[in-house]
C-alpha cells in the first residue's frame, strides 16, 4: 500500500505565505513525477505544479513566479511554496505521486487526501 500524506495548509492574509509538504510511504520502489492539483469552490480540480524525478519544473499560469514546486528524493517529498498568496487561490490542494511499487510493475498514481488553504483577511 502507498499513502501520501499532505501538510501545510491554513489561513494566510492575502499577501502571505505557505508551504505545503506531502510525504508518501509504503511499498515504493521508485517514485516518478510528483505534483499538485487544486480545487477551487464551486470548480474542476486544475494542474498548479509538476515535478520530474530530475527536478523539471512545470507550473499553471497562475502559479508562474508565485509558488515554486520541489522535492527531496531522499524523503519521498514534495513541496509546495506558495507566496504572494490571493483570495483566488483559496482552495484544498492536492499532491500526486507517480509511483512504481515493485521493479516489474507499471507506475500508478497516487492522491493525497487534501489540505485547505484559504487567503482572506
Known amino acids: 500500500q502507498v499513502q501520501l500524506v499532505e501538510s501545510g495548509g491554513g489561513l494566510v492574509q492575502p499577501g502571505g505565505s505557505l508551504k505545503l509538504s506531502c510525504v508518501a510511504s509504503?511499498?515504493?520502489?521508485?517514485?516518478?513525477?510528483m505534483g499538485w492539483y487544486r480545487q477551487c469552490p464551486g470548480k474542476e480540480r486544475e494542474l498548479v505544479a509538476t515535478i520530474t524525478t530530475t527536478s523539471s519544473t512545470n507550473y499553471s499560469d497562475s502559479a508562474k513566479g508565485r509558488f515554486t514546486i520541489s522535492r527531496d528524493n531522499a524523503k519521498n517529498t514534495v513541496y509546495l511554496q506558495m507566496n504572494s498568496l490571493k483570495p483566488e487561490d483559496t482552495a484544498v490542494y492536492y499532491c500526486?505521486?507517480?509511483?512504481?511499487?515493485?521493479?516489474?510493475?507499471?507506475?500508478?498514481?497516487?492522491w493525497g487526501q487534501g489540505t485547505q488553504v484559504t487567503a482572506s483577511s
Open positions: 500526486y505521486a507517480d509511483i512504481q511499487q515493485r521493479r516489474n510493475l507499471f507506475s500508478g498514481r497516487y
Open positions: 509504503g511499498t515504493i520502489f521508485s517514485i516518478n513525477a
